[in-house]
């Protein structure tokens, strides 16, 4: 006997919905961005057959803005997970904490997660840094989740001088010199089309 697609149950169906995760990340700068991006690529690869992922990036400056935090304290108070990525010698700038103590008025108690990224902790070493205690505070107070982890970002990117490209320019690698002394012999062509 078959069945029709009417009689089928839910379970006997290959596909099955995912649960909507919603997703929100504030970031500094381009550097602590890219940190966050890591993360979320990260966590997308791994949860992806599970959950229908939703995200939503704020900048700390755009948050200056009355009508796109009020957008920011929305997406917020909605999101299963809050990643704030930041660095360890700055305090969150005063619209970043207005926009954190509006969100959280209105978040509902739940599994929520709130994540720090914070450059430079490593190096402290000791305990948690002022901006990881206040956002410990925040989502104690939340009844969420708190996870921080501590990244060190890469030194500054050296900048070329005429001195070092020249430089680079006469150093001959050992690959490069085999390259040179390659000896091949050229072929001979023959010139017309049929001979």
């Known amino acids: 006997m078959t069945k029709s697609l009417l009689n089928s149950r839910p379970e006997?169906?290959?596909?099955?919905?995912?649960?909507?995760?919603?997703?929100?990340?504030?970031?500094?700068?381009?550097t602590t961005r890219n940190r966050a991006l890591a993360l979320c690529d990260r966590l997308t690869k791994t949860l992806a057959d599970d959950?229908?992922?939703?995200?939503?990036?704020?900048?700390?400056?755009?948050?200056?803005?009355?009508?796109?935090?009020?957008?920011?304290?929305?997406?917020?108070?909605?999101?299963?997970?809050i990643i704030l990525s930041i660095y360890i010698d700055k305090d969150l700038p005063a619209a970043v904490k207005a926009w954190t103590e509006t969100w959280?008025?209105?978040?509902?108690?739940?599994?929520?997660?709130?994540?720090?990224?914070?450059?430079?902790?490593?190096?402290?070493?000791?305990?948690?840094?002022?901006?990881?205690?206040?956002?410990?505070?925040?989502?104690?107070m939340g009844g969420m989740n708190f996870f921080s982890q501590p990244f060190d970002l890469p030194g500054e990117t050296p900048r070329y001088t005429m001195e070092t490209i020249a430089e680079r320019a006469e150093t001959v690698t050992p690959l490069l010199k085999q390259i040179l002394n390659h000896r091949t012999?050229?072929?001979?062509?023959?010139?017309?089309?049929?001979?």
């Open 104 to 140: 959280l008025a209105r978040k509902d108690h739940g599994k929520r997660a709130l994540v720090t990224l914070i450059d430079g902790a490593q190096q402290q070493g000791q305990g948690f840094c002022p901006v990881q205690l206040y956002l410990q505070k925040v989502a104690h």
């Open 12 to 30: 006997d169906s290959p596909w099955a919905p995912k649960y909507p995760f919603d997703l929100l990340v504030a970031y500094d700068d381009v």
């Open 51 to 81: 959950y229908d992922f939703k995200c939503t990036w704020w900048k700390f400056d755009h948050l200056r803005d009355a009508t796109l935090r009020e957008q920011a304290v929305d997406a917020a108070a909605e999101a299963n997970m």
């Open 185 to 195: 012999a050229i072929p001979m062509w023959k010139f017309g089309i049929n001979e």
